[in-house]
C-alpha cells in the first residue's frame, strides 16, 4: 500500500520525486504548515517549471511563463502590499469584473478567497513558476526602488550606536558622483551580492561585485574620480574624510522599503593608488531564514539542534572568511531567542542586529576586547553566550570556563576542518582536558554555488570519474549529476549559494584521542569511523543530489 497519497502521489508517478522523498517532504510541510506544493519547492526536491507543469495539468488550469509578460503591466495595485506578502499571489490583468491570479500553489484557496473579498472581483487562478513569482513579488514589495526613484540621496538611517561626529558633505554638489554611488549599492542588493570592491589603480579604477562567491567587474569609472568616490562612500559611512592615511571602518545603513533595511559594513585601506573601499552587504533578513534553507543533511541538522538543546557546552563554527559562519551562528541564535533566556554576542562587529539579543561591538581602542566582554557577560547572569571569534588564549580559557559552568558558548575559529579546530585550541595553549570536556560540537563549513534550476542539465560524467573525484558506489545509485548551461534567470548556470558542511560531534573515542594529546589525522580517522561526513563528502552527496556541480564541488573542497 502506497504511504503517499493526493498531490504527493501526483509528484511520485510523474517522477519527480520518489516515494521516500515524497514521504518526507509530506512530513517536513505538516511540521511547518505548509502545503506539499510549496514544501517540495522550498526544499529543492524539484524545479520550479516541472511543479508549474504538473499543478497545472492536476489542477486544470492555464500554464503562464511570466518571463513573458511586462511586469509594467499587473494589475497588482488592485490589492494592498499586506495582501501579497500574505498570500504570495499576484494579480495579473482583469478582463471585466475577472481577476486573473498568478499562483504557484492554486490549492491557497484562502489566498482566491481573500482577494475576491478585497477586490469584489471573480477570481480565475494562473498557476506560475514559483521562482518566476517571488521575484516579481519582492521586486514590488520592495517598493520597486530603481536609480532614478530615488534621486540624489538614499534613505540612510541614524545608526544609534555610532558616536561618530558626521563630517562634512563636500561632495553635496557632486550629484553624478552620488548618483553612481547609489546605483552601485542598489544593483548590488539586486543581483544578490555579498561585497562590493571600489579599487583605484594607476591608470583605471573598477568596481566589483561578489556574487554567489565569485568577484565579477560591473564599473570602470574614470580614474580622476577615485577621489570623489571615496569621499562620498566615506561621508555615508560617517567616517573621517580628511585621514586617507590608515584603514577605517564604518557602516551605512538604508532602507529600501518600509518594512526592510539592508546594512552595509565598510572598510577603507590605503593603498598605492588611493583608498580600496570593500563593502560587505550584512542582510538581517538572513538569519530569518531557518535551519533547513541553510543545506544541512538531515542527520547534520539534527545534531545542530540537539548541541543547541543542550543547557552547557561549546558549538564552534569554522571556517575561511565568507563561508557563512555568522549566519551559522546566527539561525542558532535565533532557534534559542526566547522570552525566558538571557542571550549576550560580542562581535568584531556586529553584523546581524536581533531583537531580544544583547549585541556588543569590541572595541579594542578602549580596552574592550572579546576576553574583556565576555567577563563582562558571565557577571550579568547569561544563559548563552556567543563570542564573534576566537583569537586568543585569554578568549579561549574564558569561553571554555563558561561552557564548563552552565552556559552554552558559540563561538568561530579560523580553522579548515572539524579536527583541525581541536589541535588549533591545543596549539593555542588550552589544556586537552578542558577542550574535551567543554567541546560539544565543531561545524566546519564552506558556501558553494547553487546550479539553476531553470537552466541545468544532466551531466554525463563517467563512472570512473565519478569514483576517482570520491563518490562511493552507493552515493551513484541514486545520484542525479547536473552540469550549469546559463540563461537570463542566472549567473553562469549559478543562482545563490548552499552550504556545504561538516558537523563533528566530540564522541568519548574522540575525547580520549585529545586528552592523549592526539593529532587531527587521528581525530579524523575517529570521526570517519563515527560516521561524521567530512567536507568533500558532502560537498560530493550535493551533487548526487542535483544541488551543485562537480566542478564547483572540486572549487570548493579539494579533491
Same mark, same amino acid.
Given at each position: 500500500?502506497?504511504?503517499?497519497?493526493?498531490?504527493?502521489?501526483?509528484?511520485?508517478?510523474?517522477?519527480?520525486?520518489?516515494?521516500?522523498?515524497?514521504?518526507?517532504?509530506?512530513?517536513?510541510?505538516?511540521?511547518?504548515?505548509?502545503?506539499?506544493?510549496?514544501?517540495?519547492?522550498?526544499?529543492?526536491?524539484?524545479?520550479?517549471?516541472?511543479?508549474?507543469?504538473?499543478?497545472?495539468?492536476?489542477?486544470?488550469?492555464?500554464?503562464?511563463?511570466?518571463?513573458?509578460?511586462?511586469?509594467?503591466?499587473?494589475?497588482?495595485?488592485?490589492?494592498?502590499?499586506?495582501?501579497?506578502?500574505?498570500?504570495?499571489?499576484?494579480?495579473?490583468?482583469?478582463?471585466?469584473?475577472?481577476?486573473?491570479?498568478?499562483?504557484?500553489?492554486?490549492?491557497?484557496?484562502?489566498?482566491?478567497?481573500?482577494?475576491?473579498?478585497?477586490?469584489?472581483?471573480?477570481?480565475?487562478?494562473?498557476?506560475?513558476?514559483?521562482?518566476?513569482?517571488?521575484?516579481?513579488?519582492?521586486?514590488?514589495?520592495?517598493?520597486?526602488?530603481?536609480?532614478?526613484?530615488?534621486?540624489?540621496?538614499?534613505?540612510?538611517?541614524?545608526?544609534?550606536?555610532?558616536?561618530?561626529?558626521?563630517?562634512?558633505?563636500?561632495?553635496?554638489?557632486?550629484?553624478?558622483?552620488?548618483?553612481?554611488?547609489?546605483?552601485?549599492?542598489?544593483?548590488?542588493?539586486?543581483?544578490?551580492?555579498?561585497?562590493?570592491?571600489?579599487?583605484?589603480?594607476?591608470?583605471?579604477?573598477?568596481?566589483?561585485?561578489?556574487?554567489?562567491?565569485?568577484?565579477?567587474?560591473?564599473?570602470?569609472?574614470?580614474?580622476?574620480?577615485?577621489?570623489?568616490?571615496?569621499?562620498?562612500?566615506?561621508?555615508?559611512?560617517?567616517?573621517?574624510?580628511?585621514?586617507?592615511?590608515?584603514?577605517?571602518?564604518?557602516?551605512?545603513?538604508?532602507?529600501?522599503?518600509?518594512?526592510?533595511?539592508?546594512?552595509?559594513?565598510?572598510?577603507?585601506?590605503?593603498?598605492?593608488?588611493?583608498?580600496?573601499? #570593500? %563593502?560587505?552587504? &550584512?542582510?538581517?533578513? @538572513? +538569519?530569518?531564514?531557518?535551519?533547513?534553507? /541553510?543545506?544541512?543533511?538531515?542527520?547534520?541538522?539534527?545534531?545542530?539542534?540537539?548541541?543547541?538543546?543542550?543547557?552547557?557546552?561549546?558549538?564552534?563554527?569554522?571556517?575561511?572568511?565568507?563561508?557563512?559562519?555568522?549566519?551559522?551562528?546566527?539561525?542558532?541564535?535565533?532557534?534559542?531567542?526566547?522570552?525566558?533566556?538571557?542571550?549576550?554576542?560580542?562581535?568584531?562587529?556586529?553584523?546581524?542586529?536581533?531583537?531580544?539579543?544583547?549585541?556588543?561591538?569590541?572595541?579594542?581602542?578602549?580596552?574592550?576586547?572579546?576576553?574583556?566582554?565576555?567577563?563582562?557577560?558571565?557577571?550579568?547572569?547569561?544563559?548563552?553566550?556567543?563570542?564573534?571569534?576566537?583569537?586568543?588564549?585569554?578568549?579561549?580559557?574564558?569561553?571554555?570556563?563558561?561552557?564548563?559552568?552552565?552556559?552554552? #558558548? %558559540?563561538?568561530? &575559529?579560523?580553522?579548515? @576542518? +572539524?579536527?583541525?579546530?581541536?589541535?588549533? /585550541?591545543?596549539?593555542?595553549?588550552?589544556?586537552?582536558?578542558?577542550?574535551?570536556?567543554?567541546?560539544?560540537?565543531?561545524?566546519?563549513?564552506?558556501?558553494?554555488?547553487?546550479?539553476?534550476?531553470?537552466?541545468?542539465?544532466?551531466?554525463?560524467?563517467?563512472?570512473?570519474?565519478?569514483?576517482?573525484?570520491?563518490?562511493?558506489?552507493?552515493?551513484?545509485?541514486?545520484?542525479?549529476?547536473?552540469?550549469?548551461?546559463?540563461?537570463?534567470?542566472?549567473?553562469?548556470?549559478?543562482?545563490?549559494?548552499?552550504?556545504?558542511?561538516?558537523?563533528?560531534?566530540?564522541?568519548?573515542?574522540?575525547?580520549?584521542?585529545?586528552?592523549?594529546?592526539?593529532?587531527?589525522?587521528?581525530?579524523?580517522?575517529?570521526?570517519?569511523?563515527?560516521?561524521?561526513?567530512?567536507?568533500?563528502?558532502?560537498?560530493?552527496?550535493?551533487?548526487?543530489?542535483?544541488?551543485?556541480?562537480?566542478?564547483?564541488?572540486?572549487?570548493?573542497?579539494?579533491?
Amino acid at each position: 500500500m502506497s504511504i503517499v497519497t493526493g498531490i504527493a502521489r501526483q509528484f511520485v508517478e510523474q517522477g519527480l520525486v520518489n516515494e521516500q522523498k515524497a514521504s518526507e517532504i509530506s512530513k517536513d510541510a505538516q511540521k511547518e504548515g505548509q502545503s506539499f506544493i510549496v514544501q517540495s519547492l522550498l526544499s529543492n526536491a524539484c524545479t520550479s517549471k516541472d511543479v508549474a507543469l504538473l499543478v497545472s495539468n492536476e489542477f486544470g488550469l492555464p500554464y503562464l511563463d511570466l518571463s513573458a509578460m511586462d511586469p509594467e503591466h499587473f494589475a497588482a495595485d488592485l490589492i494592498t502590499e499586506d495582501l501579497l506578502e500574505k498570500h504570495r499571489s499576484l494579480p495579473l490583468f482583469k478582463r471585466g469584473n475577472r481577476l486573473h491570479i498568478a499562483q504557484a500553489d492554486p490549492s491557497d484557496i484562502a489566498a482566491l478567497d481573500d482577494i475576491k473579498f478585497a477586490t469584489g472581483m471573480t477570481v480565475d487562478a494562473v498557476v506560475v513558476e514559483y521562482d518566476k513569482l517571488n521575484v516579481i513579488l519582492e521586486k514590488l514589495l520592495a517598493g520597486n526602488s530603481t536609480f532614478d526613484d530615488l534621486g540624489d540621496d538614499l534613505d540612510l538611517e541614524e545608526d544609534p550606536a555610532e558616536d561618530k561626529p558626521q563630517e562634512e558633505d563636500n561632495t553635496g554638489d557632486d550629484a553624478p558622483i552620488v548618483r553612481f554611488v547609489n546605483k552601485m549599492l542598489l544593483d548590488a542588493i539586486k543581483m544578490g551580492s555579498s561585497d562590493l570592491h571600489f579599487e583605484p589603480y594607476e591608470k583605471r579604477y573598477r568596481v566589483r561585485f561578489r556574487t554567489d562567491g565569485v568577484l565579477h567587474e560591473v564599473a570602470s569609472p574614470p580614474i580622476n574620480l577615485s577621489g570623489k568616490i571615496a569621499a562620498r562612500l566615506k561621508v555615508m559611512s560617517r567616517m573621517d574624510i580628511s585621514e586617507r592615511r590608515v584603514p577605517q571602518d564604518g557602516r551605512i545603513k538604508m532602507k529600501i522599503s518600509k518594512s526592510k533595511a539592508i546594512d552595509f559594513r565598510v572598510n577603507t585601506l590605503p593603498t598605492l593608488w588611493g583608498e580600496k573601499i #570593500v %563593502l560587505r552587504i &550584512l542582510d538581517p533578513s @538572513s +538569519a530569518q531564514m531557518g535551519i533547513d534553507a /541553510l543545506g544541512y543533511e538531515p542527520e547534520q541538522k539534527q545534531l545542530y539542534m540537539e548541541a543547541l538543546a543542550q543547557p552547557q557546552g561549546m558549538i564552534l563554527v569554522t571556517g575561511p572568511t565568507g563561508s557563512g559562519k555568522t549566519v551559522s551562528l546566527y539561525t542558532g541564535l535565533n532557534i534559542l531567542n526566547k522570552e525566558g533566556t538571557n542571550i549576550s554576542t560580542a562581535e568584531d562587529p556586529v553584523e546581524i542586529n536581533l531583537e531580544g539579543i544583547n549585541q556588543v561591538n569590541v572595541n579594542t581602542k578602549v580596552g574592550l576586547d572579546f576576553a574583556e566582554a565576555l567577563r563582562s557577560f558571565l557577571r550579568q547572569d547569561p544563559d548563552i553566550v556567543m563570542v564573534g571569534e576566537i583569537r586568543d588564549l585569554d578568549t579561549a580559557g574564558i569561553a571554555i570556563k563558561a561552557a564548563q559552568t552552565g552556559h552554552l #558558548v %558559540l563561538s568561530t &575559529l579560523h580553522t579548515n @576542518s +572539524a579536527p583541525e579546530t581541536l589541535t588549533r /585550541l591545543m596549539n593555542m595553549g588550552v589544556p586537552a582536558f578542558n577542550i574535551a570536556t567543554s567541546v560539544s560540537l565543531i561545524i566546519a563549513q564552506r558556501l558553494g554555488r547553487r546550479l539553476c534550476s531553470q537552466c541545468k542539465e544532466p551531466a554525463d560524467i563517467p563512472k570512473d570519474v565519478l569514483l576517482k573525484a570520491g563518490m562511493t558506489e552507493e552515493m551513484l545509485a541514486e545520484a542525479e549529476i547536473y552540469k550549469p548551461v546559463g540563461c537570463d534567470a542566472c549567473s553562469g548556470g549559478y543562482k545563490g549559494r548552499v552550504g556545504i558542511y561538516e558537523v563533528v560531534k566530540i564522541t568519548d573515542a574522540m575525547s580520549r584521542i585529545i586528552m592523549e594529546g592526539g593529532n587531527a589525522m587521528q581525530i579524523a580517522d575517529v570521526a570517519r569511523k563515527e560516521g561524521f561526513a567530512n567536507l568533500r563528502n558532502s560537498a560530493l552527496k550535493k551533487v548526487c543530489q542535483g544541488v551543485t556541480s562537480l566542478e564547483e564541488a572540486n572549487r570548493v573542497t579539494a579533491e
